[in-house]
């Protein structure tokens, strides 16, 4: 079936256009119940129309903590459908986190998750009010149910005036670098790149008429909820899970047919360490898309290997909607090649360049600087913070994102890692996903992650903390002595710390600010 993507300007007429094209194919599955299209736009009216009644105008915040479910997805349209903005939390912070994201929002309404509502009393100390929370699926602790609230509204569609400029959805920075902002992105911004990159036809890009999506990350995160809307867009049959567990997709796989999903690396890593990963049957995988972080080679070499289907390296962020760049599956090859190292080629409608970190001067080819992008893409801005916003964007449109890389002669872009992870030694600047790339290849590492220390001759001194496979020896010069075989002298680190496990954000993403911080203690500066 043909889609008319033009019929779906906002997030709110996702469902109201399949419901009327295929009411009866399923929209979703969620713990063995399936919801149809039909039904999921029926509820979604519901909660628009329950949100109008609760005198929710357009443009009011309205939070969700919790774990991914089918209520969520249903609560996500309705909220879009009254004109609201949707705000999900990370289900994996702390409550003194989630109170400074409340107090920050300032959300009409709070939705909570069944495995929040133990610490109903700890969320609410910051002042929320209790009457305000909504209890998801069973309830409990005297807050109001979900379905309780939900049904005592029509199914009518009110068809309320959106504007596809309007913001639908904020999402919070992980804060691994400050207080978290609330990134705000339009319907465009999320909407309007996507139906421009259906219209080039790109392979890995197309949705079949029995494609089975699957969604296992944070819904607080662009990686979980972006990746949802792109396959409820295209009409997909969506598998919500709760959250990752690398047995429960695998069980998926292989019951429901998945053929396609999005994950970061690590969880493509926890996926492969699964006993039974070599035992399932992939032959309905299409593509597997993958990003958020970087990949080690030796990582996505094995994964090829094993799920023997397509694979697209995902570059993007929070403020840019996710995906800006991407890393073709004919650009990949088991043996390894220099483009599996990139990050790839900008999707269509977007302008990706790289720029002196100082004068912000365009950089030729093959020059290091600082990564730079414009497109439909790019978020309205940060919530009630205008000089974060005007510092992250140009008066031309062009989105600072804080990452270091340079584009080959082709237009490939090569990620080295985040300015505010480079390590200065010796005045050379070392970029840690290079020297992990590096190190990870060792077959005692399970994981590994690089932090600048301080030194007193180089200023810097590049260190591996390392996770080591079960049952291997701690051999620290065994993994320098591999590390040399493939870096320059300058990047092979001067020690390894061997740790049980590395701190990571609710995104994934290694917090190397944390492994840090016993080094640099006490020292004013964070740079030596």
């Known amino acids: 079936m043909q889609l008319d993507f033009d019929a779906m300007p906002t997030l709110g007429d996702i469902p109201r256009y399949h419901a009327r094209v295929r009411a009866e194919r399923p929209a979703m599955t969620f713990e063995g119940r399936t ?307 990139s990050a790839g080629i900008p999707m269509p409608g977007v302008e990706i360049r790289v720029v002196d970190a100082i004068t912000r001067a365009p950089l030729p080819a093959g020059q290091i600087g600082e990564v730079e992008t414009r497109s439909v893409a790019n978020m309205v801005g940060y919530w009630n913070r205008p000089d974060a916003t005007a510092e992250t964007i140009s008066a031309e449109g062009w989105l600072r994102t804080g990452d270091a890389g340079y584009l080959d002669e082709a237009g490939y872009l090569y990620i080295q890692d985040r300015f505010k992870d480079m390590i200065c030694s010796g005045a050379e600047n070392v970029y840690p996903a290079e020297v992990e790339n590096a190190v990870f290849g060792h077959p005692a590492v399970q994981e590994v992650a690089v932090i600048g220390v301080p030194d007193d001759k180089w200023g810097e001194a590049v260190k591996a903390m390392v996770v080591l496979k079960p049952g291997a020896e701690p051999d620290a010069e065994a993994i320098l002595s591999f590390a040399r075989t493939r870096l320059a002298g300058f990047k092979v680190p001067k020690s390894v710390d061997f740790v049980a496990a590395l701190p990571r954000g609710p995104s994934g993403k290694i917090l190397r600010r944390i492994l840090r911080e016993p080094y640099w203690a006490g020292r004013e500066r964070r740079v030596n």
């Open 35 to 341: 919801i149809r299209w039909a039904a999921l736009n029926a509820g979604a009216n519901r909660v628009a129309n329950a949100l109008l009644a609760a005198d929710c105008a357009p443009g009011d915040r309205i939070a969700y903590l919790g774990k991914g479910t089918d209520e969520f997805f249903e609560l996500m349209f309705g909220i879009a459908k009254a004109g609201a903005v949707i705000a999900p939390v990370q289900w994996r912070l702390a409550a003194p986190e989630v109170q400074q994201i409340l107090s920050d929002a300032r959300p009409k309404l709070l939705f909570i998750g069944s495995e929040q509502i133990d610490r109903i009393d700890d969320l609410c100390a910051g002042g929320y009010a209790r009457e305000c929370v909504v209890a998801m699926e069973q309830g409990g602790a005297g807050l109001k149910r979900y379905q309780d609230w939900r049904d005592l509204h029509s199914t009518t569609d009110s068809r309320s005036a959106v504007d596809p400029s309007a913001v639908a959805l904020q999402l919070y920075t992980s804060g691994t670098t400050g207080l978290p902002k609330g990134v705000m992105l339009s319907h465009r911004n999320i909407l309007a790149g996507r139906r421009e990159a259906v219209r080039e036809q790109m392979k890995w890009n197309e949705w079949q008429e029995d494609d089975v999506n699957l969604v296992a990350l944070p819904v607080g995160h662009i990686g979980g909820i972006g990746w949802a809307i792109v396959g409820f867009l295209n009409g997909a049959h969506t598998i919500v899970q709760r959250e990752f567990v690398p047995a429960q997709v695998l069980e998926a796989i292989e019951r429901q047919r998945v053929s396609k999903m999005f994950l970061v690396p690590t969880a493509l890593h926890m996926l492969l360490l699964q006993p039974r990963v070599r035992e399932i049957d992939y032959s309905r995988m299409r593509h597997i898309l993958y990003g958020a972080s970087p990949i080690a080679l030796d990582l996505l070499r094995e994964a090829t290997e094993v799920f023997g289907c397509g694979f697209c390296q995902q570059y993007g962020m929070t403020e840019t909607c996710g995906t800006i760049v991407y890393l073709p599956p004919e650009d990949h090859d088991p043996a390894g090649n220099k483009r599996m190292r």
